[in-house]
């Protein structure tokens, strides 16, 4: 498995696992599912408070307990919470129910009411007080980004985590430029496109297929590579079978040409800019 540096933090492999409804999931199957991906090298786990409304932090806590320190460990607050002291606590609730004394990086899960000054002060004292190693953002815009450095200037955010698929490729048009010259990590969520996985019937799903076949691999695995096709960019792809992650974590050993990567640009086009950044 391919590792890059996450921003200013860690190196971190390209591919991670989410963990967004994985509540609803068979448990066992779940728990096996995410120590698959661990043997495997995906060891950047993705996950958050809004999940199963704690129940999936309580999930990935059995998963890694004997192997926390193999784990790149994420989870987010979650706008409503986000105030200064509100998001202190909502860390404090995370880490009993993962388990642990601490996260590798926390986000703010999108921008909400709470003035970014309050969320920022409040992940530097928990990062002062070693209970988050690192910070950043999710579902930021240019702007907003803009917003956060100048507020926080060189130390922040290590990462903006934001949708990225193969039918969904608005964030290459500023975001990724603005964190590839600020040094961020860009982490990219439902790298699926959630339930539109493009099928073989389609045009741009037989160019997945022939692609696919030339390397012995999977569709998903083209897309996934696809999808870290820059230096700055990671993917957490979801899922609750073992056989699936173990697919998922082949990705990241998979090498496309110039000549592959330009017919899946042209298969799956950029699309027009808008004005906001889309959201799943
Ligand atoms: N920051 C945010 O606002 C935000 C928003 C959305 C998601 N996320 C994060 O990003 C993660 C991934 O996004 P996502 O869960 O929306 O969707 P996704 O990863 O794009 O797709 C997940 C779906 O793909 C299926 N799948 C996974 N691997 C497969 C394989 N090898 N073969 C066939 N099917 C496979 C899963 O099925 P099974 O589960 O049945 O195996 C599930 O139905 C989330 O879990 C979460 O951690 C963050």
Not at 151 to 179: D, M, S
Not at 195 to 214: I, M
Not at 234 to 262: C, M, Q, V, W, Y
Request: glycine share 8%.
């Amino acid at each position: 498995m391919e590792r890059r540096r996450f921003g200013s933090s860690a190196e971190v492999p390209i591919i991670g696992q989410g963990t967004w409804n994985l509540e609803i999931a068979d448990r066992a199957s779940a728990i096996a599912t995410l120590r698959r991906g661990l043997d495997l090298g995906m060891t950047h786990i993705d996950t958050a408070e809004m999940y199963g409304d704690g129940a999936v932090e309580r999930i990935v806590g059995e998963a890694i307990a004997d192997r926390r320190d193999q784990v790149f460990l994420v989870s987010k607050v979650v706008p409503e919470n986000a105030s200064r002291r509100g998001t202190i606590e909502a860390c404090e609730r995370s880490l009993a129910r993962l388990r642990t004394d601490r996260l590798d990086c926390y986000l703010l899960h999108w921008r909400g009411s709470y003035p970014l000054a309050d969320t920022i002060a409040a992940f530097e004292e928990l990062q002062r007080d070693g209970k988050i190693l690192s910070w950043g953002v999710s579902n930021f815009d240019a702007r907003d980004l803009e917003e956060a450095r100048r507020l926080a200037g060189k130390r922040g955010p290590v990462c903006n985590q934001v949708l990225y698929h193969l039918k969904e490729r608005a964030i290459e048009h500023e975001v990724l430029r603005w964190c590839e010259r600020h040094g961020s990590a860009v982490v990219a969520y439902s790298p699926f496109g959630h339930d539109r996985f493009p099928g073989p019937e389609t045009r741009g799903g037989r160019v997945l297929v022939e692609v696919a076949a030339a390397h012995h691999a999977t569709a998903r695995q083209v897309a996934l590579r696809f999808l870290v096709r820059h230096p700055s960019l990671f993917a957490i792809p979801k899922a609750s079978h073992p056989d699936r992650a173990a697919e998922n974590a082949a990705a990241g050993d998979l090498r496309l040409t110039d000549e592959e990567t330009a017919r899946i640009e042209a298969a799956f086009p950029l699309g027009r800019k808008t004005r906001e950044l889309p959201t799943l």
